[in-house]
């Protein structure tokens, strides 16, 4: 569980946090249609209308946080983003207050705030940890509950008061709640389901490695058996060496070599592009001379798998050529892809773009006719 107290639903579910970014912004809907409604209908209580509409105002601006802090492409989203929203709504709450302080029917006003900030809290749930969900809205429900305490009055019984006082206490902790299991339990069983896969796909690699190494077995016997042994036949025969023969055999050597230096330098990137090209009628190569590939981490990996595999199907490329090289404490990226009948549209490649972005890589796009280029930028570690 150490671990998932640091851990979101969109850094362990990217796709799922695409998903969730439309319910961000119904719940900001319904934060703003809440403070409305139950301002206009109790306004003859409002001693200060400028300053309610000030707070109604700032549920807008809370909601529009939320929902704009969450497009895919300002992922990841950040525990900043959390406390800016939870204290705009906050801050519409006190507003508030101070509308129906000294009005006739104030003691008795029924406030918004309590649902405003729970439901925003609500709806930021899959962006944020469980851990900051709690210390955001425990704060939260101690600052209204402080608020509804001094709006109570003397006018109403200690009975009712503290029942209200309860109640809005009750509103944000349930909100809350809710928002932090949902975020803890999610994470929990997205790990649980990785670590499945992951052993799987261990079993899966182990053999992938195997046929890799045949394959690297396989390509220097091709070279001994087609043009090395045909070689020491002849010279074995021969009554002479020539001149001939000794630059026939450094040609000879470097081919062996190169064959066992292209087995042992290969990156998963290298494996990942011959099993795309092997597989689908799609040029693939990859310029990797330092192995900065090998560097990418393993939840970064997927990311850059799901693009090639899209951009390799259904004639959106005919042909793709990847690069990768360092910069200064970074490692670069660039995929140039050459648009095929169906050439992708900008959106589409920007939905794996904000997949990239909520684990560390910094990408972004430019589309020609002539060209599809997008480059990676991720943090050497």
């Given amino acids: 569980m150490s671990g998932g107290m640091r ?22 809907a319904l934060a703003v249609v809440v403070a409305v409604g139950v301002t206009a209908a109790q306004w003859a209580e409002v001693s200060a209308p400028v300053v309610a509409i000030v707070a109604v105002m700032l549920v807008v601006a809370a909601g529009v946080v939320a929902s704009v802090s969450t497009l895919p492409r ?9 406390w800016l929203t939870v204290s705009l709504a906050v801050a519409a709450a006190i507003a508030e207050y101070i509308a129906t302080v000294g009005a006739p029917g104030g003691a008795g006003y029924d406030h ?26 425990g704060i939260a429900a101690a600052i209204l509950t402080i608020l509804q ?24 902790l349930a909100f809350t709640a809710a928002a932090a299991g ?33 394959s690297v077995q396989q390509s220097r016997v091709s070279v001994l058996g087609r043009e090395v042994l045909p070689f020491l036949a002849h010279v074995m025969t021969a009554d002479r060496i020539t001149v ?28 990942l592009a011959a099993s795309v090209a092997a597989t689908r009628d799609v040029s693939v190569s990859v310029h990797d001379p330092g192995g900065i590939a090998g560097r990418l981490r393993s939840d970064q990996r997927p990311a850059l798998t799901a693009l090639l595999s899209w951009l390799t199907t259904g004639d959106r490329a005919r ?15 660039v995929l140039d892809a050459e648009p095929g009948t169906a050439p992708p549209a900008r959106r589409e490649v920007e939905r794996f773009l904000a997949v990239a972005r909520s684990v560390g890589l910094r990408g972004d796009v430019v589309i020609t006719r002539e060209n599809v280029q997008v480059e990676f930028r991720y943090d050497l570690g």
């Avoid at 009055?153 to 944000?172: K, M, N, Q, W």
């Avoid at 670590?195 to 053999?207: T, V, Y």
């Fill in 74 to 82: 300002r992922a990841p989203f950040t525990v900043d983003r959390l």
């Fill in 319 to 333: 042909a793709v050529r990847m690069s990768v090289d360092a910069d200064g404490s970074g490692g670069v990226i």
């Fill in 149 to 172: 305490i001094g709006s109570t009055g003397a006018s109403l019984p200690r009975v009712v008061a503290v029942s209200i006082v309860i109640l809005d206490a009750v509103t944000v």
């Fill in 244 to 271: 001939a023969d000794a630059d026939r055999a450094r040609v000879l050597a470097e081919a062996l070599r190169r064959a066992l230096k292209a087995g042992l330098e290969s990156t998963w990137l290298d494996d």
């Fill in 182 to 214: 949902y975020s803890a339990s999610i994470v929990r069983e997205t790990l649980a389901w990785q670590r499945q896969a992951n052993a799987a796909a261990l079993e899966r690699d182990a053999g992938i490695r195997t046929g890799i190494a045949r």
């Fill in 112 to 137: 918004f705030g309590p649902i405003v900030v729970g439901a925003l809290v609500l709806a930021v749930a899959p962006y944020s940890t469980w851990v900051s969900l709690l210390v955001a809205g």
């Fill in 7 to 28: 851990l979101t639903q969109q850094e362990v579910d990217p796709i799922g946090g695409l998903a969730a970014a439309p319910m961000v912004v119904v719940g900001s």
